[in-house]
């Protein structure tokens, strides 16, 4: 079996906002759409404090509550663990964006484009009518992936099966695999340190993964 996740290093992570830049230039996402995004975080108390910067998004969760309220079988879940939504099948209810426990989902009812009606080149290439009306979240690349996989490439490992953000970290902070090969990248990271999912005590069983110093937190 495969599933796919994604490990952050909140050790490393510098909250420079590269991955969110390389996610909305590859998937073209609207203005105020951040399928991933930086969260900036204080920590400890006065007056030893710190910041502290988390990569959130779509947690692609085992047990995904937006799966198990979506009305039309819109959203579905892939056998490598990756949440799908079919933009056909969407009614655009929104029953999951309230459903997601972490933000994870958007929707777009109007054509935006960062520079007003005008749409960049890159928007132009990867705009998709299809979006409009319905949920909209991370795929963690699902496209790169498929494609990837289908020349012999690893994902986590060769870029060009792997999702932009994690290409993109200037900080080497977010890492992608599958966590069920114990050989891969993401699970010698997930038993070398010590780690925690956002929001498990939901029982979601999240696809995102963080490393962080025990007592830190």
């Not at 975080?41 to 910041?51: A, L, Q, W, Y």
């Not at 209810?93 to 309230?98: I, N, S």
């Not at 956002?198 to 993964?209: A, C, I, S, Y």
């Amino acid at each position: 079996m495969t599933r796919y996740a994604m490990v952050a290093d909140l050790r490393l992570c510098v909250g420079c906002q590269t991955c969110t830049a390389a996610c909305k230039h590859t998937n073209a996402t609207p203005p105020g759409v951040q399928w991933r995004k930086v969260l900036d975080i204080e920590t400890g108390k006065f007056p030893d404090v710190s910041r502290l910067f988390m990569p959130v998004g779509c947690m692609h969760c085992a047990d995904p509550p937006c799966l198990e309220v979506c009305p039309s079988g819109a959203t579905d879940q892939r056998a490598d663990g990756i949440v799908t939504i079919d933009y056909e099948l969407c009614i655009g209810c929104a029953y999951c964006t309230v459903a997601c426990p972490y933000q994870a989902r958007y929707k777009v009812d109007k054509p935006a484009f960062a520079y007003g009606k005008t749409p960049t080149l890159q928007e132009e290439q990867r705009f998709d009518e299809g979006r409009l009306g319905v949920a909209q979240k991370c795929t963690f690349c699902s496209d790169r992936i498929d494609e990837g996989t289908a020349k012999g490439l690893k994902p986590g490992v060769d870029p060009e099966a792997s999702p932009a953000c994690a290409n993109a970290c200037i900080a080497k902070a977010l890492h992608f695999g599958d966590i069920e090969d114990p050989q891969s990248n993401v699970s010698n990271l997930l038993n070398e340190n010590v780690w925690f999912q956002m929001h498990d005590d939901l029982g979601t069983n999240p696809g995102f993964f963080y490393l962080w110093d025990e007592g830190k937190t």
